[in-house]
Antibody
Framework: QVQLVQSGAEVRKPGASVKVSCKASGYTFTTYGITWVRQAPGQGLEWMGWISPYNGNSKSAQKVQGRVTMTTDTSTSIAYMELRSLRSDDTAIYYC?????????????????WGQGTLVTVSS | DIQMTQSPSSLSASVGDRVTITCRASQSISTFLNWYQHKPGKAPNLLIYAASRLQTGVPSRFSGSGSGTDFTLTISSLQPEDFATYYCQETYDNYPTFGQGTKVEIK
């Protein structure tokens, strides 16, 4: 069965970096994209970006552009999201999810399987 | 950027009630619209994709409709496990946007 298992909770000081991992299993890793979504305390879901494990192409949301790097290791089926220059408003639960193209629907896609989430706390 | 506006932001309902949540896009997005359920401490769960297609394993009491700018998620008979926050998501371009969420609470 498809599973995405994320690394554990992290605490960082402002200005530091954090790297969250997401290990995929149960499917061919290079066939689907991986996306990252976060939820700050009391807030809604915010899309951060995505990466194609097939060719390494990635896109990120304007809000985190320049601070986020998404990578994948196809030999271990692990995706990584690194966020730099952390601020207090980066405190959130970070989720990875699989991106699935919908058959027969052009470029339509969805996020069909999700990791369990990783809490990142930024505090001095 | 495409903006997604959900209404209401929250609602109170009883078990067995019919519940309707709406989502409006700032521009036409055809049927590039998904719905997710999110419970505290859990990962979001895909319910509906392409506006009206039921994800495998999701109970048939959930349904979606709409196209263009106006979309609806309906729960035909609310069950205890349905109390959660629901999000719409547009996937019209490569920068997907979520609505702000609708929290469904017990009356």
């Amino acid at each position: 069965q498809v599973q995405l298992v994320q690394s554990g909770a992290e605490v960082r000081k402002p200005g530091a970096s954090v790297k969250v991992s997401c290990k995929a299993s149960g499917y061919t890793f290079t066939t689907y994209g991986i996306t990252w979504v976060r939820q700050a305390p009391g807030q809604g879901l915010e899309w951060m970006g995505w990466i194609s494990p097939y060719n390494g192409n990635s896109k990120s949301a304007q809000k985190v552009q320049g601070r986020v790097t998404m990578t994948t290791d196809t030999s271990t089926s692990i995706a990584y999201m690194e966020l730099r220059s952390l601020r207090s408003d980066d405190t959130a639960i970070y989720y990875c999810a699989r991106v699935t193209l919908i058959a027969g629907a052009g470029k339509n896609y969805n996020f069909d399987f999700w990791g369990q989430g990783t809490l990142v706390t930024v505090s001095s | 950027d495409i903006q997604m506006t959900q209404s209401p932001s929250s609602l109170s309902a009883s078990v067995g009630d019919r519940v309707t949540i709406t989502c409006r896009a700032s521009q036409s997005i055809s049927t590039f619209l998904n719905w997710y359920q999110h419970k505290p401490g859990k990962a979001p769960n895909l319910l509906i994709y392409a506006a009206s297609r039921l994800q495998t394993g999701v109970p048939s009491r959930f349904s979606g409709s709409g196209s263009g700018t106006d979309f609806t998620l309906t729960i035909s008979s609310l069950q205890p496990e349905d109390f959660a926050t629901y999000y719409c998501q547009e996937t019209y371009d490569n920068y997907p946007t979520f609505g702000q969420g609708t929290k469904v609470e017990i009356k």
